[in-house]
T-cell receptor
Framework: GNSVTQMEGPVTLSEEAFLTINCTYT??????LFWYVQYPGEGLQLLLK?????DKGSNKGFEATYRKETTSFHLEKGSVQVSDSAVYFC????????????FGTGTLLAVQP | NAGVTQTPKFRVLKTGQSMTLLCAQD?????MYWYRQDPGMGLRLIHY???????AKGEVPDGYNVSRLKKQNFLLGLESAAPSQTSVYFC?????????????FGPGTRLTVL
């Protein structure tokens, strides 16, 4: 079946460090892939997405490339800030016309000054 | 966030009580979803709707019912609450109808069942 696997957190980094959060998926076909971010006490916000193989999604300095050959969609940022502290969720869409999302378990990022 | 609101923000229930959570959108989108978020498990789909008058089961539908009588509103009901339903509940609206479109989430309802 369809599934998303994320690296477990928490991930603790110092400000200006390089960030990678790994995400791999299992799915039939080539689903659209998403990264959502959840700041403390808030709902989920779309961070970026990619809708086909080799696409790169980017937003706010974050990037992720849709790698079909490795079924991965790793999230990266060159220099994190304290304000990036949040939970990050990788997700894929499945279910044909119903466009349902399946999420990874989330990765907590804590950035220290 | 596509104008998605949820009511209430917080609620405490006793086992066996009932309640209804309301999700409302201020646009005219067809697809709406209810998820629950539990520690270490990400978000899981409870029920969803692809248009007014339609509903369907998601991954974890047991103990919940839903209705979509008006296009703008998607209601999630708990008929007899159980402690296992303690969770944070999120509603989402799909901005479009394609698999490449984005789901936008409401701010959530934190429910505690004692």
């Amino acid at each position: 079946g369809n599934s998303v696997t994320q690296m477990e957190g928490p991930v603790t980094l110092s400000e200006e460090a390089f960030l990678t959060i790994n995400c791999t998926y299992t799915a039939t076909g080539y689903p659209s892939l998403f990264w959502y971010v959840q700041y403390p006490g808030e709902g989920l916000q779309l961070l970026l997405k990619a809708t086909k193989a080799d696409d790169k999604g980017s937003n706010k300095g974050f990037e992720a490339t849709y790698r079909k050959e490795t079924t991965s969609f790793h999230l990266e940022k060159g220099s994190v800030q304290v304000s990036d502290s949040a939970v990050y969720f990788c997700a894929l869409v499945y279910g044909g016309a119903t466009n349902k999302l399946i999420f990874g378990t989330g990765t907590l990022l804590a950035v220290q000054p | 966030n596509a104008g998605v609101t949820q009511t209430p923000k917080f609620r405490v229930l006793k086992t066996g009580q009932s309640m209804t959570l309301l999700c409302a959108q201020d646009m005219n989108h067809e697809y709406m979803y209810w998820y629950r978020q539990d520690p270490g498990m990400g978000l899981r789909l409870i029920h969803y709707s692809v248009g007014e008058g339609t509903t369907a089961k998601g991954e974890v539908p047991d103990g919940y019912n839903v209705s979509r009588l008006k296009k703008q509103n998607f209601l999630l009901g708990l008929e007899s609450a159980a402690p296992s339903q303690t969770s944070v509940y999120f509603c989402a609206v799909l901005q479009g109808v394609l698999a490449t479109d984005t789901q936008y989430f409401g701010p959530g309802t934190r429910l505690t069942v004692l």
